[in-house]
């Protein structure tokens, strides 16, 4: 069964159409990446998806379940971790989880030992009697985590997890995350505008203008944007450019003081080439797609510039709330 | 990245839901009242606060005023009479201030995690109105305290009915308190309309001065205040525990009346409760609204 489906949704503010009817699936188990620039239609999705914003058409399902016909199913399955903190700073932090803990319900009788084990995974345990006031962004985030874990959420919805920490921060994050995954049985969905983040996940959906692009596995969406760039040095380019094009029928060129050339693996062809160029190399490098060539390559721009492009749904969704 | 073999997967104490039922909105209920005692409990400030003003108000000026109408009010202490007028006041302040943190739960985020989890809206406001109306109870005690201070009896039934009184108005003021938060974002808005809505309220309620002999445009005004049916009570409790010449009596106490007749206490308390209870309604079809 699929975590999250989604057909022809779509939203639309006034004229503005934030959502144009996209369509896609989450499959059970997996961490799926929502993908794009700031005013994409990233956080009008997964608000949507969590049922806090109304579909203007189309439908969705997630866990199962209808997102407008059976909201509080929903709701009972989803974990939700914000963009803003969304914790009781006055409280300490293991009585942000009991809130939690009896707001959705958890039987009673495992309510403590939850909340330990989910303080447990962000090493957090050891500061429960802390008010959370005191803690830091990236000690809040884990918070949040720990707490969209406590009621064994079949889809844990994380909206840009990350963001605003600094690296170690965002490893740790991602280490907690990956951990999850072997612990529980769960499907993560979260969006992101890091690219490198991207990576980690399953499969990711890249979303411009309220439109899907593409989906695909990061090294698929990798692999179709096409061949590795391989650099050499070598004692005479020309000779080097020469000998390609006749051996291997490659096109090669200099580029920031070397021969560079695209194949289509990389790492297999470099063998190949130290025994037949026929010419001394000394040094070579291949370097694959980034994330970021496939962004690029979808939506002829790249994250940073589509972000200072106009549309700021982010904002919107704030008035809105 | 692989999806993992659940074989290999540690032993997770897997939660699965129940149902939701009534029993779980009890539940949201109870935690939301807990939260709001607990938040109030930390804040040894807000307690201290909310103590000072009623004290200043009932033997700084209750004295000073006092010494003033000595002459008018022959056999009664002013501060008698200000007595159940502080209680009301106390109760009145510290319900609105409790209503007030549904605005900073707004600010601060925590709001969403309360709107977002799959209970109704209306056991998440039922549970905030029962948690301002519980807090507002827990000071009016302290007033309570002060009761032989002033020359009222330490009475078991005046001080129960006293206690029901003021959870009776501390929830009514409470969901007054959340409607008007329902849809506000900032603090400051909402402590600049509390103040325009509470303040000529409390003038006109009987809190400070008797509503007997007053001209007739006040007399309207103090007969259309909700608050005046919140005050009359407690007084009406109080002064059927004392012995007051019948002269006093009928200038302190004169009671509400609807053109020439008498408003008993239950109906005022009765109308008490059926605009707490509207108010709440509204309260929750706000919240309902504003997802």
Known sequence: MSAVTVKDLTKTYGKVEAVKGIDFEVRSGEVFGFLGPNGAGKTTTISMLCTLVNPTGGSATVAGHDVVRERDQVRQNIGLVFQDPTLDGYLTAEQNLRFHAELYGVPKPLVAGRIQQVMEMVALWDRKDAKVMTFSGGMKRRLEIARGLLHSPRVLFLDEPTVGLDPQTRAAIWGYINKLRHREDITIFMTTHYMDEAEYCDRIAIIDHGEIVVIDSPEALKASVGKDRVQIHTGDDDTAITALSERFGIEAAVHEGAVTFAVASGEEFVPRLFAELGLPIRAVSVSRPSLDDVFMSYTGSTIRDAESGTGNEWMKAMVRR | ?291
């Not at chain 2, 010494?67 to 008698?80: E, H, K, M, N």
């Not at chain 2, 201030?97 to 989890?117: N, P, T």
């Not at chain 2, 109306?133 to 009016?140: D, L, R, S």
């Open chain 2, 1 to 291: 990245m692989t999806t993992t073999d659940p074989s290999t997967r540690d032993d997770v104490v897997s939660v699965r839901m129940p149902a939701r039922g009534l029993a779980h909105d009890l539940r949201a209920i109870k935690v939301v009242l807990h939260r709001e005692m607990l938040r109030f409990v930390n804040d040894r400030t807000r307690m201290l606060s909310m103590l000072i003003q009623p004290v200043l108000w009932l033997f700084v000026m209750g004295t000073g005023l006092g010494t003033l109408v000595r002459g008018s009010i022959p056999g009664v202490d002013y501060r008698t009479f200000m007595y159940p007028g502080m209680i009301s006041m106390t109760v009145i302040m510290t319900a609105m201030f409790s209503a007030g943190s549904i605005v900073w739960d707004r600010e601060f985020g925590f709001l969403r995690e309360m709107l977002v989890a799959p209970v109704s809206r209306g056991s998440i406001v039922v549970g905030k109105c029962l948690g301002g109306a519980v807090v507002a109870v827990g000071q009016g005690v302290v007033i309570l305290a002060m009761a032989g201070l002033v020359g009222v009896p330490y009475s078991p039934g005046l001080m129960v009915t006293l206690l029901a009184e003021m959870f009776l108005a501390a929830f009514t003021i409470t969901a007054f308190g959340v409607t008007l938060a329902a849809r506000m974002r900032n603090m400051q808005t909402f402590f600049g309309l509390m103040q325009m809505a509470i303040m000529p309220m409390m003038f006109l309620s009987g809190a400070m001065f008797p509503l007997a002999n007053l001209p007739s445009w006040l007399h309207v005004l103090t007969t259309v205040n909700p608050l005046t049916y919140a005050v009359d009570p407690m007084r009406q409790a109080v002064f059927s525990h004392l012995s007051v010449p019948a002269q006093a009596q009928a200038v302190l106490n004169p009671g509400v009346r609807w053109f020439d007749w008498q408003v008993p206490v239950p109906v005022e308390l009765g109308l008490i409760a059926l605009i707490g209870l509207t108010l709440l309604g509204l309260a929750v079809a706000q919240f309902r609204k504003a997802e």
